[in-house]
């Protein structure tokens, strides 16, 4: 086994070698003896196999709290504190709408204009295009 095949099988089977079948295991265990490289890089997926081993490790959950969720449910609803909308609201967002419209609008008035290659056509497609005023093509 080459380190490049062995780096292969660890990110498909993970870094605990007895998940892996026997004629793998055998040859990923020589490699690790003789390359440095090899036991660092199994010694990551193990690594790594532990952090996600705990990640999805379900919650303990005991009587109390338990008992907790089920108080909780039996009390009423709570009311909701999304935005709720309203005129002043609607008010505000057009105000904000036109505002930024107005901003966009200068904006693209202050701008200069392009000339030659610096047409949308040309920075696409390069110098060897040419468009015609004539017959609004571009070739």
Do not use: C, Y
């Not at 003789?34 to 959950?61: F, H, N, S, Y």
């Not at 909308?85 to 105000?95: E, M, N, Q």
């Amino acid at each position: 086994m080459n380190l490049e095949r062995f780096e292969e099988t660890l990110s498909r089977l993970g870094g605990d070698l007895r998940r892996w079948p026997a004629p793998e295991r055998g040859e990923a265990e020589v490699l690790i003896a003789a390359e440095p490289r090899a036991a660092k890089l199994q010694a990551q997926a193990a690594e790594l196999d532990a952090l996600l081993g705990a990640a999805v490790a379900p919650a303990t959950m005991d009587a109390a709290a338990i008992g907790r969720i089920m108080a909780g449910i039996g009390q009423g609803r709570r009311h909701d504190l999304t935005l709720q909308p309203t005129r002043r609201l609607f008010a505000w967002a057009s105000a904000a709408m036109v505002a930024l419209l107005v901003a966009g609008f200068a904006a693209g008035v202050a701008m200069p204009t392009s000339q030659g290659e610096d047409t949308l056509a040309g920075l696409v497609f390069g110098s060897n295009v040419s468009t015609s005023a004539d017959s609004g093509s571009v070739l």
